[in-house]
């Protein structure tokens, strides 16, 4: 028995993770895949039936998928886009040295750290018509009051800026991380040739930084995409349809519905969408690794 254990010992010291990723991540999703090829549904009494990928093709026919879908895509690029914009540019006014910086910091992260549920709650009171600070804060500036998250068009900019919020800290932290490992010789070589601070941005910092911004971006547009919590807490999909994404009706059809095998081929696509995006990111990152 020691024998045998000296020659796998490199198998058992990795056994438990094997087995934790299968027990955690594997099973669920085969279960999940199972599940979307019978048509059940808890609120009847009748057993699960096989239809092969019925669920898929009545899932692709149906205009509320496509709309949330939409509203998916919608939600994540205008997150995405404003988070690493803000990210890059306030990690850049971080890594100077200035007094009290440190401090500064601290305060800027500590949206990252609060529970989304309370956030949303929070942000639905900012949001409130009529006494909401938001309406209230534009006001100063001469500005009508708006409806934010009651208006079906005004409700998923308002969401995104709940998000934006949230998690522009996050994308400056890791930005701010990738410039401190860029050497100081490029800067200081520019400086000697006359560069300007736009030109050493644009030339040297942003070029160098791209892996890492790519690397925030990867993990913001996954967790973007599945975002549940703040939509939920704040509108449940509303105001009508409005704000319903794709986990949100998922959500929706599995516990409000009960059709589950109908929500687990929705499960199954949203799960290969992310899938997708993900290898789309790690292809172009390792593509512009290449070119530097």
Do not use: C, H
């Amino acid at each position: 028995m020691a024998r045998w254990v000296e020659r796998n010992i490199k198998y058992i010291f990795i056994l438990p993770s094997v087995l934790f990723v299968a027990v955690m991540i594997v099973f669920p999703i085969g279960y999940t895949a199972y599940i979307s090829l019978f048509e059940w549904s808890m609120s009847s009494t009748q057993a699960p039936k096989w239809v092969s990928f019925g669920n898929y093709a009545k899932l692709l026919q149906d205009a509320r998928f496509w709309s949330a879908l939409g509203r998916t895509f919608y939600f994540t690029l205008i997150s995405i886009i404003v988070e690493l914009m803000l990210g890059v540019i306030i990690a850049v006014l971080f890594n100077r040295k200035l007094k009290g910086i440190n401090l500064f910091k601290t305060l800027f992260l500590l949206p990252m750290v609060a529970t989304p549920v309370s956030i949303g709650l929070v942000w639905l009171l900012i949001f409130e018509p009529t006494i909401g600070v938001a309406n209230r804060f534009i006001g100063m500036f001469g500005l009508k009051p708006q409806m934010w998250i009651a208006s079906p068009s005004q409700v998923i900019p308002s969401l995104a800026l709940v998000d934006i919020w949230e998690w522009t800290p996050m994308i400056t932290l890791i930005a701010l991380a990738g410039l401190t490992s860029i050497p100081q010789d490029n800067y200081e070589a520019a400086q000697i040739d006359g560069a300007s601070s736009w030109q050493m941005f644009w030339k040297i910092t942003l070029p160098l930084l791209l892996p890492t911004v790519f690397s925030a971006a990867l993990l913001r547009i996954i967790d973007a995409v599945k975002t549940y919590d703040i939509i939920y807490a704040m509108t449940q999909g509303g105001p009508g349809y409005a704000s319903e994404t794709l986990n949100i009706l998922g959500f929706s059809l599995g516990f409000q519905y009960f059709q589950l095998g109908y929500a687990s081929s929705l499960l199954m696509l949203f799960f290969f969408l992310v899938l997708g995006i993900s290898s789309l990111i790690i292809i172009l990152r390792k593509r512009i690794e290449v070119l530097q």
